[in-house]
C-alpha cells in the first residue's frame, strides 16, 4: 500500500512570491492534513481537510489557503512569501478523522524563502 | 486552547541506559498518541492510548496514560543508537485537529 506522497521535496522561492505544494493522501484516507515544522520547533497544526471540505484551521494567516481535490488529494497554496515561511510543510492523511485519528504523514516539502 | 507540555525537551543518554518522556496536560485528555520523528524524516505513528491508566508495551517502548488522563509517559529501557529521534506526544481533539506537545529529542552516545 502506497504512503502519503509529497511533491515537490524541495521548493525555493523569493519573499513574495506564490507556493504550491501537493500532498496526495493514503487510498482510502479522505482525511488530509497540513503542519507546519519550522527548524527546531514542533509541529504546528496548519489546515484539516475533510470530504472536500476545510473542517479547521489553526492560527496562520489568510495567505495560508488550500483545497482538497475530489480524488482526496490536496494542495496547501502560500501566498506573499515571508522569509519566516521557510519550513518543512509536512501533509498527514487519515481514515476516521473523530473516531481513531492516527495520522500517517507523508515525506515532506522543504520551503525555503529567500 | 488545550495544550500538552512535554519535558525534558532534550535527553543524552548512554547507549543501554534507560530513558522516559513525559506529556501533561492540565486537562483532561480524551486520547493520546504518541510519535517518533527521526532526523532528517517525518513523523511515524507509534500508538494510541484511549483509556485511564492505560499501560500499552512494544519490545523495549513502555506507553502510559494516567488515572486522570491528564498525563502520559514514554520509557525506553537499554535504549539503542536506532532509538534516535524526536518523541512527540499529541492528543485528538473533539474537532478532528491533532494537537502536538514540542517534543522530545533523544540522543544515544555509542
Known amino acids: 500500500e502506497a504512503g502519503v506522497t509529497q511533491s515537490p521535496t524541495h521548493l525555493i522561492k523569493t519573499r513574495g512570491q506564490q507556493a504550491t505544494l501537493r500532498c496526495s493522501p493514503i487510498?482510502?484516507?479522505?482525511?488530509v492534513y497540513w503542519y507546519q515544522q519550522a527548524l527546531g520547533l514542533g509541529l504546528q497544526f496548519l489546515l484539516w481537510?475533510?470530504?472536500?471540505?476545510?473542517?479547521n484551521r489553526g492560527n496562520f494567516p489568510p495567505r495560508f489557503s488550500g483545497r482538497q481535490f475530489p480524488n482526496y488529494s490536496s494542495e496547501l497554496n502560500v501566498n506573499a512569501l515571508e522569509l519566516e515561511d521557510s519550513a518543512l510543510y509536512l501533509c498527514?492523511?487519515?481514515?476516521?478523522?473523530?473516531?481513531?485519528?492516527?495520522?500517517?504523514f507523508g515525506p515532506g516539502t522543504r520551503l525555503t524563502v529567500t | 486552547g488545550q495544550q500538552v507540555m512535554q519535558i525534558p525537551q532534550y535527553q543524552h543518554v548512554q547507549e543501554g541506559e534507560d530513558f522516559t518522556t513525559y506529556c501533561n496536560s492540565s486537562t483532561t485528555l480524551s486520547n493520546i498518541q504518541w510519535y517518533k520523528q527521526r532526523p532528517g524524516g517525518h513523523p511515524v505513528f507509534l500508538i494510541q492510548l484511549v483509556k485511564s491508566g492505560e499501560v500499552k508495551k512494544q519490545k523495549r517502548l513502555t506507553f502510559q496514560f494516567g488515572e486522570a488522563k491528564k498525563n502520559s509517559s514514554l520509557h525506553i529501557t537499554a535504549t539503542q543508537t536506532t532509538d534516535v529521534g524526536t518523541y512527540f506526544c499529541a492528543y485528538s481533539s473533539n474537532t478532528g485537529k491533532l494537537i502536538f506537545g514540542q517534543g522530545t529529542t533523544l540522543q544515544v552516545k555509542p
Open positions: 487510498s482510502g484516507h479522505t482525511s
Open positions: 481537510y475533510d470530504e472536500g471540505e476545510e473542517r
Open positions: 498527514a492523511s487519515s481514515l476516521d478523522p473523530i473516531q481513531w485519528n492516527e495520522q500517517y
